[in-house]
Structures are given as structure tokens and as C-alpha cells.
């Protein structure tokens, strides 16, 4: 699987970054199939941008809809109440949640909305929110009841008319990503950064995506196992070794470090030899 990424000035806001990844993905022969993204990428100019001129020029895409804007509003109130039926209730990942597919038009296209309530999260938030707000004069009935209505809630907007079976699989894919860069910042040290030209940034992020994919790769190995990646390296560093001027000896290695070596198919070699000049 390639990777790509792009990198831009912290002072450029999201909505007008997708078109030109885009566009530099497809010079470099790169087709994009389908688009999910973040809801801060949502607006007239990139939703017209990937309908294209025409349906052969559709770029199929999924993204979230920010709570402030009118369609999201709008969406609540002429469906929200209706996630309470049975009819739209489905089981994902073992929670319980309601999703409603709707059509729309997505500035003159033919669009939909999958209006949902992850209703766990929801009773979690109406609990913290009355703990905190009962008994509180500043806070009215009313508005406790209109900051309720909410909660828990959120809408998806589509090109496609997807099953609503498939429609979070599909978008928690987005969650996967971002669960990539939360590793690449805290375990392969992404950040923070001290770099002082662009080429250094550039080669900096590229080796800590490399650090990235090696890491979810022994995850992977190691699953099914007492071992995570972590507790793998941490044990994993207490293998010395003699070095000598034409060769390496690494010393035996413990009960656990024969175990983890056997769940990630590498044997230990008994010897390395060093190339001419030896450790010099």
C-alpha cells in the first residue's frame, strides 16, 4: 500500500487543502476512488469539487456534518425524534445505535444524510450534562431540554446511498487513520518538532511514518499474546551484546526474548560479522 501525505503552514484552514491533494494525487497518476473525510473539510466549494462536472467525474465521499451549520439543524429537527423506533436500530462494534437515511441536496447535487445516535454515548452525556447542570438557576428547563435533544447525535452526508449496515464501518475507517497519527505522535516521535529546513521536516515525517508501520506491524505479530509492541521493547533492550573489532556477539537471550523473537519469526543470529574497518 503507497503512502502520501502532504504537509501545509498551520495558518491554512482544511476546506481549502482537499482539492489540491487531490489534484497532486492525480499527478501522480493516483486516482482517488473515495473521499472520507473531516467535517472541517465540508463546504460549497469542495462538495461541488468532488461531484465534478459530471457523474463520471464523481469522486464518491463521506464526511461529517459540523452541529453549526443549517442542514444540521435542519436535519435534527424534521428527524431526530424518529431514531427512537426499533426500525432504525443496529448493532456496531456492540453498541447500540439509531441511523436514518435521508436524501438531500448538497448544493444542486443529490446527496444523503445519515442522521445517528450512538445511544450509550448519549446517556452518558445527558447524565454529565444534568449532574452538572440540575440545581443550577442560570441554566433553564429549557434549555437543559434543547442541549439534551443533541446529545449523542451526529450526521454523515454521502454522494452514496449506502446500506446504513455499512455506512459506520465504512467511516470509522476514518478513525483507524487517526489512531495511525495518535502512535506516529506518541510512540514515534512525530512530535514535537526541531527541525530547521523543509528538507529535514520532510525527511523527519517520512521516518516517523517508516518508525509508524514497523511498530503496528509487531503489534500485529504479537497479537493474541501477552506482548504489545511497547512491553516487546522494553524487554527486547536489555539484549547486549560483545562487539569486537571483525564481529558482533550477541549474548543469549532470556526466556521472554526467545518467546517474543519466535512470535515476530526472527531467530537471533549466533554471530554478525562487521565489514572491514570493524567498529571504528
Known sequence: MPLFFRYNAGNIVDVSTLRSTIAELEAFGINTDFAIVDAGYYSGDNIKSLYGDNENQTIPFLTRLSANLTLYKQL???HAEDLTQSKYMLMQRDRLLSVKRVQVDLFGHIGYAYIAIDHARREDEIYKYAKSSLGRKEVSREEMDNSMKTMGLFILISSEKIETNDVMPLYYTRQTVEQVFDISKNNADLLPLRVHSEETFRGHLLLSFIATVVYLSINQLLKGTIFNADGAFLILRNQKCKVFD?????????????????????????CVSLPSGGKN
Open 246 to 270: 571483525d564481529r558482533i556477539l550477541p549474548k543469549e537471550p532470556t526466556k521472554k526474548m526467545n518467546d517474543i523473537f519466535e512470535k515476530l519469526k526472527f531467530k537471533p543470529p549466533l
Open 76 to 78: 435534527v429537527s424534521d
